[in-house]
């Protein structure tokens, strides 16, 4: 590569070095080894899945499957009840997704805000509550006492903020200029217009980040509704799968029919693949945005 100094030509050599030439191979296989251990255990799972009972007993199947079947998956859906929790989990993920970024993208807009008076406090108040919390049985007393059992508010209120989730947010806002704000202040825009038409459109990543991190943490939550829900038919699919993979396991202990055999010995992989789908589904459509709007938000402030 050849630049201009004056008069004179400067030649710019790329680093072609022997210690960056280690370096580059030696990422290069220490990365292929993250792909690897990451994926291999993935691949086993939806192996498993499809592979027959006495395959996954003898430790046959890898990447595989051995046996193929779909007894497993027949067995699992052919209960009604399993696509109501399916709904139920639906429902939820959707219904507490929304009302957590409501509540995170207006406090976090809060206190991005130095000026606010009383904003140490509460940062304060909001990073307390990641090292401390009331505990089990002060949380179900409250629950109960505020009438939220049997209730999908019982899964959604609990959880709808997520403070480290908050801080990012925060510090993706802080990062914003300012003098959009102001811009708009002078033009007669209010403090909720600024945050809908300013700001909320120039943070597209974090918030496709959040709702990413949000949507799968209710989605993928299975013991506070466990814990706040005695209805088999509020039951999220993940508590159904729970509760089947239990079902399977005492059949197995005690003694079973050559159905619930099979269904025992690869249904924990079958749980795994239900449950993974639609985060797999979602993931590559707010994947552009995911390291875009961590790294911003985490880095910035």
């Known amino acids: 590569m050849t630049a201009l100094s004056g008069d ?3 030649t710019v050599k790329a680093d072609t070095s022997r210690g960056y030439r280690v370096f580059r191979v030696l990422n290069a296989v220490i990365l292929t080894g993250v792909v690897v251990i990451t994926l291999y255990p993935f691949l086993n799972i939806v192996a498993r899945s499809f592979s027959d009972e006495t395959a996954i007993r003898s ?3 890898n990447l595989l499957p051995r046996g193929f079947t779909l007894s497993t998956y027949a067995y699992v859906s052919a209960d009604p009840t399993f696509w109501i929790n399916y709904r139920n989990t639906i429902v939820y993920t959707v219904v507490a997704t929304v009302i957590a970024m409501v509540l995170t993208t207006c406090y976090a807009y809060v206190l991005s805000k130095k000026h606010l008076r009383g904003r140490k406090f509460l940062i304060g108040v909001a990073v307390f509550t990641m ?6 049985i002060p949380n179900y007393v409250l629950i109960t006492s505020l009438g939220l059992k049997d209730s999908i ?3 959604v209120l609990p959880n709808a903020v997520n403070v480290f989730n908050l801080l ?3 510090a993706f806002f802080e990062g914003l200029p300012v003098e959009l704000e102001e811009a708009a202040a002078i033009d007669g825009m209010s403090t909720y217009g600024i945050l809908l038409r300013i700001v909320l459109p120039l943070s597209k990543a974090v918030i496709a980040t959040m709702v990413l991190f949000y ?3 209710f989605w993928n939550s299975w013991f ?4 706040y829900m005695s209805q088999s038919d509020l039951f999220p699919v993940t508590v159904f799968l729970r509760n089947l993979i239990a079902g399977a396991t005492t059949a197995t202990s005690v003694g079973a029919d050559a159905t619930d055999m099979t269904a025992a010995a690869n249904i924990k992989s079958v749980t795994m693949v239900l449950t993974m789908l639609p985060i797999i589904g979602i993931y590559p459509f707010v994947q552009r945005y995911f390291v875009s709007g961590v790294l911003i938000g985490a880095v910035k402030g």
């Open 215 to 217: 949507a799968v943490a």
């Open 224 to 227: 506070t509704a466990f814990l």
């Open 153 to 155: 508010w019982a899964v």
């Open 8 to 10: 004179q030509p400067v």
């Open 131 to 136: 090292f401390f919390s009331g505990g089990l």
């Open 168 to 170: 990012i947010m925060k």
């Open 59 to 61: 430790g046959q199947v």
